[in-house]
């Protein structure tokens, strides 16, 4: 009896001994999680304060990347504009040209008409001149053949 009460009272122990150190052992694993739990939410708020600012940026990034888009387009449209542009600065060019080249057509034209038109004139007045001349002519021959 003594025997069993003593491997009971060594079992007893082993079992409170047991007990005791599964004890310390919980309180431990309590105070790891507690500490685990305060390193993950340390974790977490640093991550928030990481993942905000780069879901913030991201979005700034997307729009940025739409800008650029938009911005090669208007560029594009730019170009095309500047060739149109070039093109009509060069048409205008050729018609300021011809525009001059047939201004200078036209004053000399106006200048050769001016000329015959006075060489017309001149020429009708020499001509009248000369009928009158001729008429005044045939008059006095007219008066002399009539006066005898």
Not at 34 to 53: F, G, M, Y
Not at 54 to 79: P, R
Not at 107 to 114: A, G, H, I, P, Y
Request: aromatic residues 4%; proline residues 1%; glycine residues 0%.
């Amino acid at each position: 009896l003594h025997q069993i009460r003593e491997t009971n009272n060594d079992k007893i122990n082993k079992n409170l001994d047991m007990i005791t150190a599964m004890k310390k052992e919980r309180q431990e694993l309590t105070m790891r999680d507690r500490h685990d739990r305060k390193a993950l939410n340390e974790l977490r708020t640093k991550n928030n304060e990481i993942v905000i600012p780069l879901k913030s940026k991201k979005e700034g990034l997307q729009q940025l990347e739409v800008d650029i888009i938009a911005t090669k387009t208007q560029k594009q449209d730019l170009d095309a504009l500047k060739r149109e542009l070039a093109s009509a600065q060069k048409e205008l060019e050729k018609i300021e040209w011809d525009h001059e080249v047939l201004f200078q057509q036209l004053e000399e034209l106006k200048k050769d008409r001016d000329e015959w038109k006075k060489k017309y004139r001149e020429s009708i007045y020499s001509r009248q001149q000369k009928t009158n001349f001729e008429n005044l002519i045939l008059e006095r021959n007219l008066s002399k053949l009539s006066m005898d």
